[in-house]
């Protein structure tokens, strides 16, 4: 059933595309097919805010010529289908994480450098730091896609049964992790036991204790009431969980410019606005894991630096992977 939905979707969106391009303007063309924004993330998440609040822009800022639609959930597939989607011109626009479009582009592996940044506020700096990303906009335009900003959840953090006071305290860890290469790599750099397992057995898997303890931002944390099942969260701020809204490059060069303008403003509003979300929604995101008695553990300097220590090997690796400019770019504000 699945695959005949995702077929239908597919075939609806070919239809939505080729009327658009023989239209003259794609923007005339949206009142009858809006535009499409896509996310694999469920509502009431920043993913979802941040997509929303985009497409409203666009239509503000256009005055009503230009019409957009969301779709949130995978409704239309998951992270790898959108970016194939997007990359074959069936949906212009869609908002994910980083670490699915690793696979795609190699040198985004650079936002999975563990521990790089503790404060998001220096994180952002450096993700607006016009330098930096010129060269990571260089990487989505390899492959057809043009970044049009990137908003966050704040970072990831973990979560376990287990008061961790000393880098040893990690050691064996049974700990759920997302598929990424890196990801793995650094949990065992610690002398953890990362587990990649997707994130609809984890609640169980904590339960049954086929799993000690997960890492994920507050709102996943949250939303999938993880917190009920550990003792700590441990605010590791091991990676930044950052969304990247991109658009098919054809389909924005396909675009009158003042409508080009439209997009790219709409974009650095929705950024910002999702930014300002993203923040809110931490502080009460923490106050509902400490409210159930869940406890807040906060990593010193000195912790962090003795982590960064022994994921040396990883960040050999993701530096081979990136290149010396993105490395250096993105390390140069490292705290």
């Known amino acids: ?49 941040y997509a929303n609040k985009f497409a409203q822009e666009v239509m503000r800022l256009s005055e009503g010529r230009i019409q957009m639609q969301v779709y949130e959930n995978g409704t239309l597939g998951g992270d790898r289908e959108l970016l194939e989607s997007c990359m074959g011109k069936d949906i212009p626009f869609i908002l994910q994480n980083t670490a699915p479009q690793v696979n795609f582009m190699p040198e985004l592996c650079i936002f999975d450098l563990p521990v790089a940044y503790t404060s998001i506020t220096k994180l952002r700096e450096t993700l607006d730091d016009a330098t930096f990303i010129k060269m990571i906009n260089a990487v989505y335009e390899k492959k057809g896609f043009r970044l049009l900003g990137m908003g966050d959840q704040s970072f990831r953090v973990m979560t376990t049964n287990k008061k961790i006071q000393t880098l040893q305290d990690f050691k064996g860890q049974k700990i759920r992790t997302m598929e990424n290469k890196y990801h793995i790599a650094f949990w065992q750099s610690i002398h953890a036991n990362p587990t990649p397992m997707t994130f609809s057995e984890v609640y169980i898997g904590l339960q049954q204790g086929t799993i000690d303890a997960q890492e994920n931002p507050y709102e996943v944390i949250v939303s999938g009431k993880i917190y009920e099942q550990q003792d700590y969260i441990v605010q590791t701020n091991h990676l930044p969980h950052l969304l990247s809204l991109i658009v098919n490059e054809e389909f924005f060069q396909s675009l009158k410019q003042e409508d080009q303008q439209v997009v790219l403003k709409a974009a650095e509003i929705a950024k910002n606005y999702a930014r300002k979300q993203a923040d809110a929604r931490v502080k009460e995101r923490l106050a509902i894991i400490t409210q159930s008695g869940t406890n807040i553990i906060t990593l010193d300097e000195a912790m962090i630096k003795e982590i960064r220590k022994e994921a040396a090997v990883v960040y050999e690796d993701i530096h081979k992977q990136a290149g010396d400019a993105i490395y250096h770019a993105y390390t140069k504000h490292m705290q």
């Open 1 to 49: 059933m699945r695959k005949i939905k995702l077929l239908l979707c597919v075939i609806m969106l070919w239809s939505v595309t080729a009327c658009a391009e023989k239209a003259e303007d794609p923007a005339k063309a949206s009142q009858s097919y809006p535009w499409i924004v896509a996310t694999d993330s469920p509502a009431d998440t920043v993913t979802s805010i």
